[in-house]
T-cell receptor
Framework: DTEVTQTPKHLVMGMTNKKSLKCEQH?????MYWYKQKAKKPPELMFV???????INESVPSRFSPECPNSSLLNLHLHALQPEDSALYLC??????????????FGPGTRLTVT | AQSVTQLDSQVPVFEEAPVELRCNYS??????LFWYVQYPNQGLQLLLK??????LVKGINGFEAEFNKSQTSFHLRKPSVHISDTAEYFC?????????????FGTGTRLTIIP
């Protein structure tokens, strides 16, 4: 099973709402990632979790709050977002954080629209 | 730090014709190289990767790529394309040193297959 699942597939939220994105993998991977992808652009790294601990935060605004409750699950909590935060949010995982030769496996993404 | 250049933002190709998508990279350390494909409204799927050894690597869906260290290039090729190859293609690099989880993407090449 080389699948990363993400829910929901689509999300529309107002600027005052609080919502969460969920990502799950059952490949035994110990690194998990959140990316943001705007239309016609490459994915931009937001956060990296290694062994359930936050290892990289790419200066993401605090209205995005990641959480890694266990080695299989990654959440992204959203609060007070702006319309410019509308994008495809991708989750990825890899077998070994950092070293090794293991590629990142991507989920299908959550299409977020902030109104 | 690493950077990736995909000079061609769009490449139109007739069905059953060959195609080459260009990728050049810059890095002060040794890197692993990847090509990912993104079909419309989907996540990223790994096409192939270069880790070490033979400079010609074969991937899924009939794609192959050649690593050229002197030219710092990793061009993607397919001898005969199909309509189903229409997608966005991203070249990416990652430093080989332990502890570096960051994947650097190029800006992408949109491959359009003309029937």
């Amino acid at each position: 099973d080389t699948e990363v699942t993400q829910t929901p597939k689509h999300l529309v939220m107002g600027m005052t709402n609080k919502k969460s994105l969920k990502c799950e993998q059952h490949m035994g991977h110990r690194a998990m990632y959140w990316y943001k992808q705007k239309a016609k652009k490459p994915p931009e790294l937001m956060f990296v979790y290694s062994y359930e601990k936050l290892s990289i935060n790419e200066s993401v605004p605090s209205r995005f709050s990641p959480e890694c409750p266990n080695s299989s699950l990654l959440n992204l909590h959203l609060h007070a977002l702006q319309p410019e935060d509308s994008a495809l949010y991708l989750c990825a995982s890899s077998q070994v954080p950092g070293g090794g030769t293991y590629e990142q496996y991507f989920g299908p993404g959550t299409r977020l629209t902030v109104t | 730090a690493q950077s990736v250049t995909q000079l061609d933002s769009q490449v139109p190709v007739f069905e059953e014709a060959p195609v080459e998508l260009r990728c050049n990279y810059s890095s002060s350390v040794s890197v692993y190289l990847f090509w990912y494909v993104q079909y419309p409204n989907q996540g990223l799927q790994l096409l192939l990767k270069y880790l070490s050894g033979s400079t010609l690597v074969k991937g899924i869906n009939g794609f192959e790529a050649e690593f050229n260290k002197s030219q710092t290039s990793f061009h993607l090729r397919k001898p005969s394309v199909h309509i189903s190859d229409t997608a966005e293609y991203f070249c990416a690099v990652r430093a080989t040193n332990f502890g570096n989880e960051k994947l650097t993407f190029g800006t992408g090449t949109r491959l359009t297959i003309i029937p």
